[in-house]
């Protein structure tokens, strides 16, 4: 009976890792429809009675300003280029904060962040954090930084509703993702922490605070070279 397990657990495995590793390579060159949150979301509007708000568009890093790759660099993961998936120092800075009761938002890299969006459902767990340092590790691999932004600007929320670079451009500021200003980018990276709450246009005091610390970090920022 116990080897019967064994022989079924370790065919469980064969075949998730198989398959695991095939969906990274084509998603290497393959554009990503839909990810599990924005079918999670659209579940809720659904379940809350309304319309489902779903607005998201695909286009090539290069018709993705680099002011946005910049500013999400500037805010979301500061050794994006240089870290190979995890950025260590920053994950050991936020515990700390959070053993002294303030949160640090900077654990997670951009790696981790699309790793998670990508192939995984949202919530916290063990299971959850082991299998996103499992896809890390892989489109960190596979991917390269250059797949890992574009997917990263082509998946995440930025709205209620709003996925993705073009989208939010068009969303926030009537405009293209390739014509976003220095000052528009940084609008978008500074809602992405809650970006159903926080407005990049018309915003908080709050946010726009965010947008000049994060302007001052991009400026900092040379050419970026995948």
Excluded: C
């Excluded at 398959?19 to 998603?27: D, H």
């Amino acid at each position: 009976m116990m080897k019967k397990i064994v022989r079924w657990i370790w065919k469980v495995l064969l075949w998730f890792f198989g398959l695991s590793i095939v969906s990274v390579i084509i998603f290497k060159w393959v554009p990503i429809p839909f990810t599990p949150l924005m079918v999670t979301r659209i579940i809720e509007f659904k379940l809350d009675g309304g319309d489902a708000i779903y607005s998201h568009k695909w286009v090539p890093l290069e018709e993705i300003s680099p002011n946005l790759q910049k500013a999400v660099i500037a805010s979301e993961d500061g050794n994006f280029l240089e870290h190979s998936g995890f950025d260590f120092k920053a994950m050991q800075k936020a515990y700390k904060s959070n053993q002294k009761g303030r949160k640090l938002k900077g654990g997670s890299t951009i790696s981790q962040q699309t790793a998670k969006n990508v192939f995984l459902w949202q919530g916290r767990s063990y299971v959850r954090k082991g299998l996103e340092a499992y896809f890390t590790v892989l489109i960190e691999l596979i991917w390269g930084k250059k797949r890992i932004m574009e997917v990263y600007l082509n998946s995440i929320e930025m709205g209620n509703g709003v996925y993705g670079a073009q989208e939010a451009a068009r969303h926030w500021y009537s405009t293209t993702a390739k014509d976003l200003t220095p000052r528009e980018a940084a609008g978008i990276a500074a809602i992405l922490p809650n970006p159903r709450k926080f407005k990049a246009s018309n915003s908080s005091s709050y946010i726009n605070g965010r947008k000049d610390k994060i302007l001052r970090v991009m400026r900092h920022i040379g050419k970026i070279e995948y």
